[in-house]
């Protein structure tokens, strides 16, 4: 079964920006705290945005300020808006709850920052 499907991915520019979004069932949606991820080569996999079915949002610091997380409960997708991007942006981003369910990561995203 597939919890968390990614998309949006794709190359831009330093200092451009890219949405990805991610659909997810409307449970999930609903009852969970929601993060994005990222996976840089050579990297472990690192939370960098969380919003909470309250809409109460949390960044990492390297995003603060340049991403925005948000989620359309009507069509049960999640956002994250990203801009002035910096090539050490670039990763694989995938959706998850928050804390991540093992069993829910998806294919991700690629997203790759460069000139």
């Known amino acids: 079964q597939v919890y968390f499907v990614e998309s949006g991915g794709g190359l831009v520019q330093p200092g451009g920006s890219l949405r990805v979004s991610c659909a997810t069932s409307r449970t999930i949606f609903t009852f969970r705290a929601l993060g994005w991820y990222r996976q840089a080569p050579r990297k472990q ?67 790759t920052i460069s000139s």
């Not at 069993?103 to 997203?111: A, E």
């Open 45 to 111: 996999r690192e939370l960098v945005a969380a919003i909470t079915p309250a809409n109460i949002t949390n960044y990492a610091d390297s995003v603060k300020g340049r991403f925005t997380i948000s989620r359309d409960n009507a069509k049960n997708l999640l956002y994250l808006q990203m801009n002035s991007l910096k090539p050490e942006d670039t990763a694989v981003y995938y959706c998850n709850s928050n804390p991540a369910a093992q069993s829910y990561w998806g294919q991700g995203t690629q997203v």
